[in-house]
């Protein structure tokens, strides 16, 4: 129910633009999510974005550089990075579900337990 595209191979300083198109159901008013996980080292949330008020919340790696964002009518998210470092080469999957209560939000969001659907993930080399 999650598919992801746009992974490549990029230069450092360069830009790239994800894109995690959804089903309806898994889609709905859920958090999506982008994670990521790199050679021998474990998947880390990267951004998330709410679906009733598009509000976002960013991991400390992605604040400045990267930028989280859907289109309701096309049922898609994506993640726009730039400035990119030879740390941000990993694999990147879009993952969604019923978002975490309030109070739990701020810890849980970037958990992988956090999230029930997944992709199939895309690799992003710098």
């Known amino acids: 129910p999650l598919v992801e595209s746009g992974g490549g191979s990029v ?32 998947r880390e949330g990267v951004a998330v974005i709410e679906g009733a008020d598009h509000t976002t919340t960013y991991a400390n790696s992605a604040k400045g550089r990267f930028t989280i964002s859907k289109d309701d009518a096309k049922h898609t998210i994506y993640l726009l990075m730039n400035n990119l470092k030879e740390d941000d080469t990993a694999t990147y999957y879009c993952a969604a579900d019923v978002c975490p209560s309030a109070a739990k939000f701020g810890t849980t969001w970037y958990r992988r337990t956090s999230y029930g659907y997944w992709g199939q993930g895309t690799q992003v080399t710098v």
């Open 11 to 42: 230069q450092a300083g360069g830009s790239r633009r994800l894109s995690c198109t959804a089903s309806g159901d898994v889609y709905g008013n859920n958090c999506m999510a982008w994670f990521r996980q790199g050679p021998g080292t474990v």
